[in-house]
Structure formats: C-alpha cells, structure tokens
C-alpha cells in the first residue's frame, strides 16, 4: 500500500490522455499537489491508501480546464457597454475607463473575482493578459489558482506604462520576479499587431526568448484589422508578424478568425498555440474561426472565453458547447467537433495552445493534480448510457453547466468542496466590486454630458481659442481670383487646390456643439497629393459686426482623425448630421501688411450654385479687427465684389436650409 493525500474514487473518470481512456467507475491518486496515479476504482483502492476519500460515484472527474484566453481584472468592467463594434467598445469605452481606474488594487481585485467565478465553473488554469500582471499573478497565486500571466505591451500609454520601452521594462522586471513560481508562468503581451510595432513586437519576442516564457498576442480578430493590416503592410497579418520573429517565441495567438491556409500553416509550422474565442466573435460580430480546419491541420487550438467585459462571463461550459455547435453550423456537418474533441480543446489542447501540456490538461501520473469533479446526478444531466463512451462527453459538453462542477482541486489543494469556495471570500469581493462600478459610473456620467468631454477621453486633443475677422460672399460664378489679385499691392503666397469632404455631427447640447469630421485632399493637376483627416469642436459667437464683416471667436478642439467616420458616429451618437463637400481654390496672401487667407469655395454637395468666396484673417485685439475690417472691404473692392452679396451662414446652416429646400420642392 502506498500512502496518498487524496483518492478521487468512483467517478466516471475522463483522463484526456492520449488514448482518451475512460475509466468508470475510476479513481485518482494525488500526492504533494501531483496525480500519483489513474486506474479502475478497485484497483487504485488496491494499491493506494488516503486520509482522505472523496466520493464521487455519479460524477465525471475530468482534468481542470483550461481557459486560453481572457483579460480577468476585466470582471471590474462586465456589462459597462455592450452592444457596441469591437473599435468603439475598446477605444471609446474600455481604454478610457482603464486609464482611468486600472491601478494594482483594480486588477488584483478584479482578478481574484475572476478566480471566484473560474474555480465555481471547473477552470483551474487561464491565460491572462492585462496592465499590472504582477497584481493579477498574485491575486491568482493567493486564490491558488494557476495562469500565464502576460503583461500587455501597447505602442501607447497604458494604465501601467507610460511609454513602450517602460511596458518592455516593466514586463521583464514582472518575469524576473516571477519566474519559477510554481503556479504562475510569466509571459509577455504585445496586445495586437494594430496596437503595437514592428520594433515592438521584435522587442516582445526577444524578451519572451531571453527568458523562454510565452507571448501572448490578439490576431486577426476582424474583417477589418486584416484589411487595414493588408493596406498599411501590403502583406497579411501572419507572415507580417511572422517576419518579427514573433513566432520564434512560445506563441498563444487568441482569436485568429480571419485567416488564410497559407496562414494557417504558418502558425502550424511554428508551433502557435491558437485561442478560439467562440462567445466573444459572436458578440462582437467578428465572424467564426475556421476552427475545424485548424485541428485538422493539427494545430493546437484551446479556447477561451476572453474578457468579461465581452463575453460576458468566464465559464467554459458555454465555450465548450458554443466551439462544437459553432463548428457544426460553419462546416454544415454536424459530425465536425464532436463533444469529445470540444471537452479536449478545453483540457489538454490548452494546455498545448499554453505550452504547458507537460505539467497540465490531463490526468496522468506525474502531472499536477488540476482536478474537476463534475456531478452529474441532476435532471438536467441525467440519464447515464454506458453503451458508447462517447456519451459521457455528450452529457459534459451539451447538458452540464458551470454550477454542476461540485469539486475543484488544483496542484492538489482543494479551491472547493461541495460548490463552497475555501481560498476566497466572495462576498468581500463583490461588496467591493460594487463600489468601483459607483465610481465608473459617475465618471462615464459626467464624461457623457458634453461632447467635449466625449472627445477629449479619445485623446490627442488640441484646444485652440482664435479670433478672426471673416467675411463671406456668395458670387453666382467663379471670379477670375489670379488677374484679379494679380497687382503690386497683393502678394499671394501659397496657392493650392482641395477638396474637402465635411460631415458635421449636429448635438443637442447646451453648447449648440457641432464637430466636423473633414478629409482635406490637396489636390495638385487633378490628382490627390495628400488627404488630411481632422477632427474638430467647433462653438462660436459673433462678437463683432462691421460693415462687410463679422468678428468671431471661436474655440475649437482639433485632433487628428485616426478613426473612421463610422467609428465617430457610433462613438459619439449625433442628432443630427449634416454632408458638405467642396473645391476649394485657397489663396494665401499678403495685403497691407497682414495674411489673409481667401478660399473660392465650389459646394458640390449639397448642389449650391455659384460659389463662395470666404476672406479671413487671424486677429488678437479690437484695433487690430478694425483695420482688417478694413483690408477686407479694400480686398472686396478690388474683387468686386457688391455688398448685397455677403452671406453671414456657415456652410453647415446653408446645407440644412438647401436640404429643407429640396425636401419641399420634392413634396
Ligand atoms: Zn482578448
């Protein structure tokens, strides 16, 4: 008799070895947190003896799962907004939020929520990838649960670096400090291709190199990062990553929906651990991984459930049953991903996607003791056939749920018994929990009262405050601007030709905000030269009339556009929108000492006819707005121009009353 700590007896016991062997009624063997031994009930009672034996006749006892993929502070986050496209729920709500409040505390709490909920549903081991993975790393090692813990490593500040190389220094520090624990694996997380560089990426993969630890990374998660990818590098996203020397590294590659054979065989070649995320391409919309494919390549696919914040929770019972369900429809084959393979994806063909199969995802004598006693004894489970084996993984993958996983045991130390939790006091947890969503709350609240606020979160943000004295004159055909300008007097400084394309968004704010989304394309012979894209809040008040001009102050916000304009509208939800597009002839000139700028504006769109002749110049005080007043009505006079002509509406007014117009004469 060999002495043990623990006998897991008379269970239906699906050990995920390489044979699949099913052992019913069986029984687990555990000494010092490892699986002594795996066999039929009789004989490991035969041969082992425990202080303690638990029954588990009328379970399965499967090895504990394995959730590849999941961002687990982010349980601080769940149900904050859904509903969304994957670019506006990231970059307007998650990232904003994140700088905001992600701080150790957040993640380690968040985390050891997360643990709670994972040991309640049977998982035992996640990848994580998060800001602070040091706190997440320990707040797991505390609940006793075991991860791989990478470090997110972004091209822009995040909650926990300011820069990249304080990310790359952070996370070897983090790797240093961790390595060899016995239940974390430190990693190292470039968070996606679009979010990092090719430097960065090169940098993450020598780091994960120099220490042999694994690097997890988002890749092609949607339609869209792969076409932008494609425009931006002229290559798909694999042999770009690939050329990195991404893949020289312990690769887990979440997501992976979008990509080609070729592909396919490139992150099979490398030994690219792939993380399918059934719930999560769902609910963003970002389509379905050619998951059958990939296994019958031979890859190693696990799943995950990612974040909770998209998912929206992290129980892999439902991964599970979505990854086969999923596979059956996509293929139109109801055989594809059979129970048995989905029970595997989420045991030992994680641990695979994880590098880690040599210590985890089966039950096999010399692998840690990561075990899960699952009962099966209620309505929704029963009846039990013995006929075929394959009916145990049937009744696990399309009946059971996470709150049928009565015993979690991982490296040997029980995490729960009869569904109590021992390592966690949920109830401290989630009192805590609660008063973080207070505090985002209100600060989402306050950041939605205005569009400003709106637009400052998105960052990149430039205030500027200008004073102009403008006048604007509607001619019903061109003037003939360069013989007309063409005198001593007038120095004309930078001709160019444009066309520019406004969408303004129309708010029903306190402010009469209005933001334009303008793509200024420089033309030069009828070619596009170069195409700006800008972003800016425009308010502004009339301080001033003069005979042919008006005095404006406005104050404006002006950021790059870096984002589509389907991204702004969602993002910012106008009430209304309003389409100018122009050609522009500007002019730069100099008269009487002072810079004017002259715009010959054609509007194609709405149709207005003639065209718009626009003078403006910079001003900083009163005197100074009265002589341009002055240079103006010169300027007009020597363009002339008749005062009857002069026009006070900006384009966006004229385009509402042109569209008002067209609707009545269309009625
Ligand atoms: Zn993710």
């Known amino acids: 008799m060999t002495d043990v700590d623990v006998i897991l007896n008379g269970g239906s016991v699906a050990t995920m070895n390489g044979d699949f062997d099913l052992l019913d009624p069986g029984a687990v063997a555990v000494r010092d947190g490892v699986i002594e031994a795996v066999g039929l009930a009789d004989q490991i009672a035969a041969a082992y003896a425990a202080d303690e034996v638990v029954d588990c006749s009328g379970c399965a006892v499967i090895p504990g799962l394995i959730n590849a993929h999941t961002h687990a502070p982010m349980t601080l986050l769940r149900g904050l907004a859904d509903d969304l496209r994957l670019d506006v729920w990231l970059m307007g709500y998650m990232m904003p939020v994140e700088l905001e409040f992600v701080r150790p505390d957040f993640c380690w709490l968040g985390t050891q929520l997360a643990c709670a909920e994972m040991i309640r549903s049977g998982t035992t081991c996640f990848a994580d990838m998060y800001y602070y993975e040091e706190a997440v790393a320990d707040a797991t090692a505390q609940a006793g649960l075991r991860a791989v813990c990478a470090e997110t490593v972004l091209r822009f500040p995040t909650p926990d670096a300011q820069s990249y190389d304080e990310s790359l220094e952070r996370t070897r520090d983090f790797i240093l400090r961790w390595k060899g624990h016995p239940l974390i694996m430190p990693a190292v997380?470039?968070?996606a291709p679009y979010t990092t560089t090719a430097k960065l990426l090169q940098a993450c993969a020598q780091l994960a190199l120099e220490f042999d630890v694994p690097l997890h990374i988002h890749i092609a998660e949607t339609a869209q990062e792969v076409e932008d990818h494609r425009a931006e590098y002229g290559m798909p996203i694999v042999p770009w990553v690939k050329k990195q020397n991404v893949f020289e590294a312990k690769v887990i590659a979440a997501h992976c929906v979008h990509l080609d054979e070729g592909e396919m065989h490139t992150l099979l070649h490398h030994g690219v651990g792939v993380a399918h995320n059934p719930t999560s391409n769902l609910k963003l919309a970002s389509g379905f991984a050619p998951v059958v494919r990939m296994l019958e390549l031979g890859?190693?696919?696990g799943i995950g459930t990612d974040g909770p914040a998209s998912n929206n929770d992290l129980d892999m019972w439902e991964e599970m049953r979505l990854a086969a369900l999923l596979a059956k429809c996509v293929t139109s084959d109801p055989t594809a991903l059979p129970a048995r393979q989905a029970l595997a994806m989420a045991t030992i063909g994680g641990a695979r996607a994880l590098h880690i199969d040599e210590h985890i995802g089966s039950l096999e004598p010399g692998k840690r003791a990561d075990i899960a006693v699952v009962d099966l004894r209620s309505v929704h489970t029963m009846p039990k056939f013995t006929r075929d084996s394959e009916a145990l993984y049937a009744r696990l993958v399309y009946a059971a749920k996470g709150s049928d996983v009565r015993d979690v045991m991982c490296q040997g130390q029980w995490m729960m018994r009869e569904r109590r939790l021992l390592t966690l006091d949920e109830q401290a947890l989630t009192a805590e929990a609660a008063g973080?969503?207070?505090?985002?709350?209100?600060?989402l609240i306050q950041r939605e009262e205005s569009v400003l606020s709106k637009l400052l979160v998105i960052g990149q943000v430039a205030q500027k405050k200008t004073f102009e004295i403008q006048v604007k004159v509607h001619l019903s055909d061109h003037v003939p601007i360069e013989g007309l300008l063409d005198r001593s007097?007038?120095?004309?400084?930078?001709?160019?030709v444009r066309r520019q394309y406004d969408t303004y968004f129309l708010f029903d704010d306190p402010y009469r905000s209005r933001l334009r989304y303008r793509e200024d394309e420089?033309?030069?012979d009828g070619q596009v030269q170069d195409a700006v894209y800008r972003l800016t809040l425009i308010s502004e008040t009339r301080e001033r009339?003069?005979?042919?001009?008006v005095l404006l102050s406005r104050s404006r916000f002006d950021a790059p556009a870096t984002r589509s304009?389907?991204?702004y509208r969602e993002y910012f939800k106008?009430?209304?929108?309003?389409?100018?597009h122009k050609e522009r002839r500007r002019y730069r000139v100099r008269y009487g000492g002072t810079d004017f700028a002259i715009n010959l504006d054609r509007i194609v769109k709405p149709e207005l006819p003639g065209v718009f002749l626009e003078i403006k110049s910079r001003t900083w005080s009163r005197q100074d707005a009265e002589r341009k007043a002055e240079l103006i009505g010169e300027l007009l006079g020597l363009l002339q121009v008749q005062e009857q002509e002069f026009v006070r509406e900006e384009y966006v007014e004229l385009a509402v009353e042109a569209e008002r117009l067209g609707e009545e004469a269309g009625e």
């Not at 009339?545 to 001009?549: I, Q």
């Not at 106008?574 to 100018?580: Q, T």
């Open 189 to 191: 997380g470039p968070h």
């Open 299 to 301: 890859l190693n696919v």
């Open 436 to 443: 973080i969503a207070r505090k985002i709350d209100t600060f």
């Open 489 to 496: 007097e007038i120095v004309i400084l930078k001709p160019s």
């Open 522 to 524: 420089l033309l030069e």
């Open 545 to 549: 009339e003069y005979a042919m001009s």
């Open 565 to 567: 304009l389907r991204f």
């Open 574 to 580: 106008p009430v209304a929108e309003v389409g100018v």
